[in-house]
C-alpha cells in the first residue's frame, strides 16, 4: 500500500511533457516553460549566441533571439537515435536575430534538434548521431546548451 501512494505522489508530481511517438519509449523531460539558449561558440567570455525558448503546454514554443521573435508548433518524440524537438515555424517578424542576421523566408519543412539530457538539469543541442563502422551511434559536435531558466545561474 506504501509504495502504491509513493508512486501515484511521483505520477502527480512528474512534469507535463507531450505525448511521445507511436512507439511508446520514455522522452527524456522537455517540459512546459522557459528556457535558455546559449551556443557553446564563444565571443570573448560570452556565448556567440542567447536565446530564449518558452515550450507552452499547448504545443507552442516562443524564441526571442536577438529582435526576432518567432512561434513554432513543437512536439517531443523519441526513436533509435535518441531524443528530438521537432519543430515547424508558424510565424516571425523577421527581424535580426542573435547574429544579426535576418531571415527573409521562414522554412515550411518540420524541423528535427536532437537533445541529450544530463545529471543537472541542461540538455545539449546536437547533429543528429553519427555511426561508427559497425553501426553504433555516436554523439559529436554539439553546439549549444538549453537550461530551465529558473535553473541558469
Request: glycine fraction near 10%; hydrophobic fraction near 40%.
Amino acid at each position: 500500500m506504501k509504495t502504491n501512494v509513493l508512486v501515484g505522489l511521483a505520477l502527480l508530481a512528474a512534469p507535463l511533457v507531450p505525448a511521445a511517438s507511436a512507439q511508446d519509449e520514455p522522452v527524456p523531460a522537455i517540459s512546459e516553460g522557459l528556457y535558455l539558449f546559449s551556443t557553446f561558440a564563444q565571443s570573448g567570455p560570452h556565448p556567440v549566441c542567447s536565446e530564449s525558448w518558452e515550450f507552452l503546454a499547448d504545443g507552442r514554443m516562443l524564441i526571442s533571439s536577438g529582435q526576432e521573435r518567432v512561434e513554432k508548433s513543437w512536439k517531443l518524440e523519441q526513436d533509435g537515435d535518441g531524443a528530438w524537438i521537432v519543430a515547424r515555424i508558424v510565424s516571425g517578424n523577421h527581424a535580426p536575430d542573435c547574429m544579426g542576421n535576418v531571415t527573409g523566408t521562414y522554412p515550411t519543412e518540420e524541423q528535427r534538434i536532437y537533445f541529450v539530457e544530463f545529471n543537472g538539469g541542461f540538455i545539449q543541442l546536437c547533429p543528429p548521431p553519427g555511426r561508427t563502422e559497425s553501426g553504433e551511434p555516436f554523439i559529436a559536435n554539439c553546439y549549444a546548451r538549453l537550461v530551465r531558466a529558473e535553473n541558469a545561474g
